[in-house]
């Protein structure tokens, strides 16, 4: 039983580490800074303790062959467009709502994983995606949201960041030989960080706006939460989990992110929030706890 709760349990601990990140930009932006120079100091600060782990326990670059690359280089991307396209969909959508496009990842990896290994979809994935949906829907407090004015650039964002993330949940899972979990991890973050700075606010580097203006606190946290802890685990337990159950247990991001803000920034939570927030936890627990008990019997 240890031993088949182990990897789920590591990914449950990574996709939380996600769900810290809205509020820790949401209060940055009440310091003063922009999202986007937010998430800029997420991928900077995040890739500096990236080489710092590196060069403190290895110092010498992986050898790789063509495969090993494109995953990983794939991957650095993915991480980036997701922060990119999410951060866009906010520009159009309430929180609440980018939550749940963002969440619509779930059934997408299920997916994706369905047709990359040729297979059905199982009844026990099937029943937890459906529990899963209905615990977002509540959880989010988009129910008595007003749909009608909201524009159809925050409908596409929001979908891309959740194929973003699908896919590179799948690519996550994928094993690469050669490769320590903290060079994967410095690689991938280099790659996420040259991504961003397409796009986002790289200046904050070179116009004092990252260290002297006090921006590295936020970014900081949001880099270790946001790069150091979720890339390392991911790439210690997706390979071992599989696509499909990784974006099962991924959806512990939005209960997480839902009792952060309440905490921190004071928000209101209903009960139906709360009703939410439990039917989340057993969507993400069900295939779990049935397929360790399969194994138990076996």
């Not at 990574?14 to 509020?23: C, D, F, H, K, Q």
């Not at 994983?113 to 989010?140: N, Y």
Request: charged letters at 10%; hydrophobic letters at 55%.
């Amino acid at each position: 039983m240890k031993g088949t709760l182990f990897y789920p349990l590591l990914i449950i601990i990574a996709s939380s580490s996600y769900g810290i990140l809205s509020t820790i930009v949401k209060v940055a932006m009440n310091a003063g800074f922009t999202s986007a120079e937010a998430i800029t100091s997420q991928y900077v600060i995040g890739f500096l303790l990236a080489v710092v782990l590196f060069v403190c326990t290895q110092r010498t670059l992986p050898k790789l062959n063509a495969r090993g690359w494109r995953i990983l280089v794939l991957g650095g991307m993915l991480i980036g467009f997701t922060g990119i396209v999410y951060g866009h969909s906010l520009n159009y959508l309430p929180a609440s709502l980018a939550v749940v496009m963002l969440f619509q990842f779930t059934w997408i990896g299920t997916l994706l994983d369905c047709i990359l290994k040729r297979r059905f979809i199982t009844r026990i994935e099937a029943i937890a995606l459906v529990v899963l949906f209905a615990g977002t829907i509540l959880a989010a407090g988009v129910i008595d949201t007003d749909l009608s004015r909201i524009a159809w650039q925050g409908w596409v964002f929001g979908l891309l960041s959740a194929l973003s993330f699908a896919v590179f949940i799948q690519v996550n899972s994928r094993q690469v030989d050669g490769v320590t979990t903290i060079s994967r991890m410095t690689i991938m973050s280099f790659v996420a960080l040259v991504m961003t700075s397409f796009f986002l606010a790289p200046e904050i580097v070179w116009n004092g706006t990252l260290f002297n203006e006090g921006l590295w606190k936020f970014g900081l946290i949001l880099g270790m939460f946001g790069i150091i802890v979720p890339i390392l685990l991911f790439g210690i337990a997706a390979p071992k989990v599989g696509g499909a159950l990784t974006s099962i247990l991924s959806a512990m991001e939005l209960p997480v992110a839902i009792c952060v803000s309440v905490i921190v920034l004071h928000e209101t939570l209903t009960v139906l929030q709360i009703a939410g927030i439990a039917l989340v936890l057993c969507g993400m627990v069900l295939p779990t706890y049935l397929t360790s008990k399969k194994q138990k019997l076996l």
